[in-house]
């Protein structure tokens, strides 16, 4: 597990807008305590798991960082495009810490799982597609895949933990429309969940170029040496 793993669920479960640790605070929350580059260099505290991997503990609860050096502390800043209650909504009233902890983590690997395997079988998902980046950040949030199909028309790629829930339609919308307004030309997209409810189903009708794709968790099984 990463040293950094319980700063997601520590950040899912505070439901400020804002929240503001100092350096210090955070030596409390990150194993073995914040490195020196994180209490000197802004490039740390970039907000992209593709040049920072440690930054994607924070953009997984949904927010993004601003560190402030004087004052020896950073400013979570929860991301409006990023509906967190998918993580965590279900049990954050009725369950300890503990719970929420081992829920989100759950949750997150999963998803981690999941964009590990499409990316090795990008082909399987949609034959001719590439790569381009992954948790690629925008002004709209953060998409999980962003690749390029066989005719070169920019594919989004949103993966989610489980079923789809219809928040997750905005999600797409909003990312087509900042792309197709970056590119000139609308792009497609394919959210990737365990299944969808009717109403997603529907939902999912009224945005062009959108891809629905299910998936499955298979178990292997073989007997360990003792």
Not at 3 to 31: C, G, M, N, W
């Amino acid at each position: 597990m990463s040293r950094y793993a319980q700063l997601t669920p520590f950040l899912v479960s505070k439901p400020e807008a804002q929240i503001t640790l100092s350096f210090d605070d955070l030596d409390k929350v990150i194993a073995g305590g914040l490195p020196a580059s994180g209490r000197q260099y802004h490039a740390w505290w970039a907000n992209n798991a593709s040049s920072q991997p440690h930054a994607k503990f924070w953009l997984d609860a949904g927010r993004r960082a601003s560190p402030d050096f004087k004052n020896k502390r950073v400013t979570f800043t929860l991301d409006a495009s990023v509906d967190t209650s998918e993580l965590a909504a279900a049990v954050v009233d009725e369950s300890t810490h503990q719970d929420l902890t081992e829920y989100v983590e759950s949750s997150l690997s999963l998803e981690r799982d999941l964009e590990d395997q499409i990316v090795s079988h990008l082909d399987i998902l949609e034959p001719g597609l590439t790569l381009v980046s992954r948790q690629e950040s925008s002004d709209v949030g953060r998409l999980d895949l962003l690749a390029r199909d066989a005719e070169g028309r920019t594919v989004i790629i949103e993966l989610k933990a489980g079923e789809a829930k219809d928040s997750s339609i905005g999600q797409i919308a909003r990312y087509i429309g900042w792309y197709g307004e970056k590119e000139g030309t609308a792009p497609r997209a394919i959210l990737v969940a365990s299944g969808f409810a009717e109403p997603v189903r529907w939902a999912a009708k009224a945005i062009p170029g959108l891809k629905l794709v299910t998936y499955r968790v298979q178990f292997a099984f073989e007997e360990a040496t003792v």
